[in-house]
């Protein structure tokens, strides 16, 4: 069955680093986009960073960009989120998903719609103190 695996996450300092990863399997990873999310309680799941299956294409939340970078490694079925800069603000459980993305949908696919992804990781606290 198709297994997402985050780790990383810890209690760090504002102003520090992170380096989150999502390992997947079960699936041809090659063949799905991937995307992070967080959620705090009592707030919806909310778009973090998202990557198409090619690598190319990347998106970002606008509270996160030119902070946070999103990459893969399709040799190990990995996704990545790298966190700079932290904010008390980015403490939340993070979450990985894949979103299948075939052919047609472009090498430049990516996806920020929590509703259309097909797969989830059961998440990774990240704890940004002040």
């Known amino acids: 069955q198709v297994q997402l695996v985050e780790s990383g996450g810890i209690l760090v300092q504002a102003g520090g680093s992170l380096r989150l990863s999502c390992a997947a399997s079960?699936?041809?990873?090659?063949?799905?986009?991937m995307g992070w999310f967080r959620q705090v309680p009592g707030k919806e799941r909310e778009f973090v960073a998202a990557?198409?299956?090619?690598?190319?294409?990347?998106n970002y939340a606008d509270s996160v960009k030119g902070r946070f970078t999103i990459s893969t490694d399709n040799a190990k079925n990995t996704v990545y989120l790298q966190m700079n800069s932290l904010k008390p603000e980015d403490t939340a459980v993070y979450y990985c998903?894949?979103?299948?993305?075939?052919?047609?949908?472009?090498?430049?696919?990516?996806?920020?719609?929590?509703?259309?992804?097909?797969?989830w990781g059961q998440g990774t606290q990240v704890t940004v103190s002040s």
């Open positions: 079960g699936l041809t990873f090659s063949s799905y986009a």
């Open positions: 998903a894949a979103d299948y993305a075939s052919y047609y949908d472009g090498a430049r696919y990516t996806n920020t719609n929590r509703h259309e992804y097909d797969y």
């Open positions: 990557i198409s299956r090619s690598g190319v294409g990347t």
